[in-house]
């Protein structure tokens, strides 16, 4: 049993829900970007916690993994933005796309996680792609997106959408960062 992961009630779920009605929502063509919610993490857990992981650090144990998930919704208690979960349009759940900005990055980063069974479909693309207006009115053309070496997908995602190999991370040599410039802002 994991107690933590139980979903509030009376005034405590009340409350999550008045905050989750100020989080936008964003519709795609086949994606429904929304706040997360306790009941996504059976979904999301293997994420962080399975060989999968090899490109965020992991795999994590189960704590620090929760905490990871717990960070990247934080932000929009902190920041006003963070983590979305993508779903398709029957609900079901893909993964997150983020503005975030975690401890050490120099910047904010536009990144994305996805299920095994999501890979391989075009959606981080695509949810991607949806967040970049948000980046865009929030930091202008200042975030990245940092990606390990190997993690060949999420090269070609961030390549589809404009951005550029510009150095490596300041936390180590094996992480990439790719910047993304507005070519339709004034110059």
């Known amino acids: 049993m994991r107690p933590w992961l139980t979903p509030p009630t009376g005034e405590a779920a009340a409350l999550s829900m008045r905050f989750a009605e100020l989080a936008p929502v964003v519709q795609t063509e086949r994606l429904t970007l929304r706040l997360p919610r306790i009941s996504d993490w059976d979904v999301l857990e293997p ?22 998930f717990n960070q990247l919704v934080a932000g929009w208690v902190l920041r006003g933005h963070g983590a979305l979960t993508i ?42 792609k949806a967040l970049l207006p948000m980046c865009r009115a929030v930091y202008g053309d200042g975030f990245a997106s940092y990606i390990t070496d190997g993690n060949d997908a999420s090269v070609r995602v961030a390549t589809k959408l404009g951005a550029r190999k ?4 300041p936390l180590g040599a094996h992480v990439a960062v790719y910047h993304y410039k507005d070519e339709g802002a004034a110059q």
Do not use: Y
């Not at 994420?47 to 990871?68: F, K, N, Q, Y």
């Not at 069974?117 to 991607?128: D, K, Q, S």
């Not at 510009?166 to 991370?169: N, P």
């Open 47 to 68: 994420i962080w916690t399975t060989e999968r992981a090899v490109h965020i650090g992991g795999p994590m144990s189960a704590e620090d993994a929760w905490l990871d």
């Open 87 to 128: 779903c398709d349009k029957a609900g079901a759940v893909l993964g997150l796309v983020l503005l975030g900005h975690e401890f050490g990055d120099p910047q904010p980063e536009l990144g994305w996680l996805l299920t095994e069974e999501a890979e391989g479909r075009g959606f981080a693309t695509e949810a991607a």
């Open 166 to 169: 510009t150095g490596t991370h």
